[in-house]
């Protein structure tokens, strides 16, 4: 005997609610109407800054794979870039990331794990990073990989810690990510990812970021608009209107 669904019936006022800023999702806006053309637009960063770096070996790795799906692909430095709140952001390394980080679509970090948790190195250019510019949030609604290189087995708290990050910027971080133990038996001499397990993860990894990064390059500000940023807009709008009228 078939029972009929139990239908919840819930109450439908919203005394806490603006109606005028309650937007109910529309899949219509999901589909952009005019694509961008330009190739996806990718920033790498990673955690070390030793002479051999795995992390700036697997970095290079998921550069070349992002370049041969036909990613335009850049590469920052973190050489010479001072700790937070130690130089003003004026300084032509922040200046330099900031820049790179506006211009990214999509986002590859990768650390080394040290000491249990992502490096001083990668997390102070994470730092650097703005959560608003203005009125620019310069992370937010981009898309995010994370990867980790470990010198013992396999671990996974640096890309957890990065995850973290990720949310915090407002990015959408994939599913899936790398993590490369014994590090360095996996690379040769010339700094080349050999044959692996961890190699097909990176390319997995690199497939995923690229996809999702054509799916929601063009609905960044949609996918990202809040209620709660609505309201208080309205309200600093009503202030400035009402202050006006003084």
């Not at 922040?94 to 990768?110: D, I, P």
């Not at 290189?149 to 910027?169: D, E, P």
């Not at 599913?175 to 490369?180: A, G, K, Y």
């Not at 044959?195 to 949609?222: A, H, Q």
Request: net charge negative; with cysteine.
């Amino acid at each position: 005997m078939n029972e009929e669904p139990c239908v919840l019936e819930l109450d439908q006022t919203f005394p806490a609610l603006l109606p005028e800023l309650f937007d109910v999702p529309d899949a219509g806006r999901l589909a952009a109407h005019e694509p961008s053309r330009h190739r996806p637009r990718f920033l790498m960063l990673y955690g070390s800054l030793r002479a051999r770096s795995y992390s700036r070996f697997a970095t290079f790795e998921a550069a070349r794979l992002l370049q041969a799906m036909g990613g335009e692909v850049r590469i920052f430095d973190p050489s010479g870039l001072p700790l937070p709140d130690d130089a003003a952001d004026t300084h032509p390394k922040v200046q330099e990331l900031r820049q790179l980080a506006a211009w990214a679509e999509g986002m590859v970090w990768c650390s080394p794990e040290r000491h249990g948790a992502m490096t001083g190195v990668m997390k102070s250019q994470i730092d650097w990073i703005p959560l608003t510019s203005g009125a620019i949030r310069p992370t937010q609604g981009k898309t995010l990989a994370v990867m980790q290189v470990s010198g013992g087995s396999q671990s996974f708290n640096a890309v957890n810690q990065m995850r973290v990050l990720g949310r915090w910027m407002r990015m959408l971080t994939i599913p899936n990510q790398s993590s490369v133990a014994k590090a360095y038996a996996e690379f040769t001499e010339e700094g080349r990812m050999k044959p692996s397990s961890y190699y097909d993860r990176v390319v997995d990894v690199m497939e995923e970021l690229f996809k999702f990064t054509l799916l929601t390059r063009d609905l960044g500000p949609y996918l990202a608009d809040r209620y709660s940023e609505r309201k208080e807009s309205a309200e600093q709008l009503s202030a400035r209107v009402d202050q006006g009228a003084i």
